[in-house]
């Protein structure tokens, strides 16, 4: 597990089946073995942060006890993103793509004891039957702190060459092959940034023609747009794929007008990496005509 960019450690989860979707935590340990936070070869799922830090506050008894003292992982922004239903249900992911998000669903299916599942179905279904939705542990306003948590986009703040904004981004449309696909705010062609919050409060707020504002996801009941995620696109290290830097490049180069697979590299291992790390300078550097400030 560790050797495909999972770390040894505590990772908070956000999980998402077909009839249910909420947060737990993930162990990694040194030798790549998992747990899950649960009772015994179970899965507790909290719809909120707020929810699941009162249950870790409570003293219940759990899979995870004396394990994460020191840690406010209730405090942070899912890491780990394993969406059954997305893998599911997509058509022709990229090799990579879909081997990260088999990746982070197994972490369920490791962290329950469960064996190796011959599908993403098998493998749901199998998780599904051993959670338990821990809504007991909700307060009023809980909800309205995560609103961001599981949408199809958040705020972001992004750091390009030409300086740093906000935005709002989908991050699984960086997988995306369809033509119509748009992974950041903007027309085809273009990312918009917002110098500061407000600015992007007043746009997504105020009438408009665009078609993102007939989306169903278009967060106009959004409590705030307060970044979830800071990324420098000037930090992409070839050698660290997993990384936000490198993803959110390839994401806004997926964008860029020009001819097309400009940014692709084919090949693997140390070539593959050399490759890109000559590159990445060269896509930085068109990175100001993409950009629209506001």
């Known amino acids: 597990m560790t050797d495909e960019g999972l770390q040894a450690g505590l990772w908070l989860v956000y999980v998402t089946l077909d009839d249910m979707s909420g947060l737990t935590i993930v162990e990694i340990e040194d030798d790549g073995s998992v747990r899950v936070l649960g009772p015994d070869r179970g899965v507790h799922l909290f719809p909120t942060r707020g929810g699941l830090a009162d249950f870790l506050a409570s003293g219940e008894s759990h899979s ?10 209730a ?19 990229a090799p990579h793509v879909a081997a990260k998000l088999w990746r982070n669903c197994l972490l369920l299916v490791d962290g329950c004891g469960l064996g190796e599942p011959a599908t993403v179905e098998d493998a749901a279904a199998e998780v599904a ?61 273009q990312v918009v940034l917002f110098h500061n919050v407000a600015a992007l409060e007043q746009y997504v707020r ?3 023609t665009d078609q993102m504002r007939e989306a169903s996801w278009w967060p106009a009941d959004a409590p705030d747009f307060e970044p979830r995620r800071t990324v420098d696109v000037r930090l992409a290290d070839p050698h660290d794929p997993d990384s936000d830097a490198f993803e959110y490049l390839r994401g806004l180069l997926m964008v860029l007008p020009g001819p097309p697979n400009t940014y692709n590299v084919h090949g ?27």
């Open 206 to 208: 105020s009438p408009g």
């Open 129 to 189: 039957a051993l959670i338990k939705v821990r809504e007991d542990f909700e307060q009023p306003g809980y909800a309205d702190a995560d609103y961001w948590i599981g949408r199809h986009v958040q705020p972001v703040r992004l750091t390009v060459p030409s300086g740093s904004g906000v935005t709002l981004v989908a991050p699984k449309g960086f997988w995306d092959t369809e033509p119509e696909a748009q992974a950041f705010l903007g027309d085809f062609d």
């Open 268 to 294: 693997s291992g140390a070539l593959r990496v050399n490759l890109m790390a000559k590159r990445i300078p060269k896509m930085l550097a068109r990175m100001d005509s993409l950009i629209t400030w506001h």
């Open 64 to 73: 995870l006890e004396g394990r994460l003292d020191g840690v406010d992982l």
């Open 75 to 93: 405090a942070e922004e899912p890491q780990v993103d394993a969406d059954f239903v997305y893998l599911r249900d997509k058509q022709n992911l």
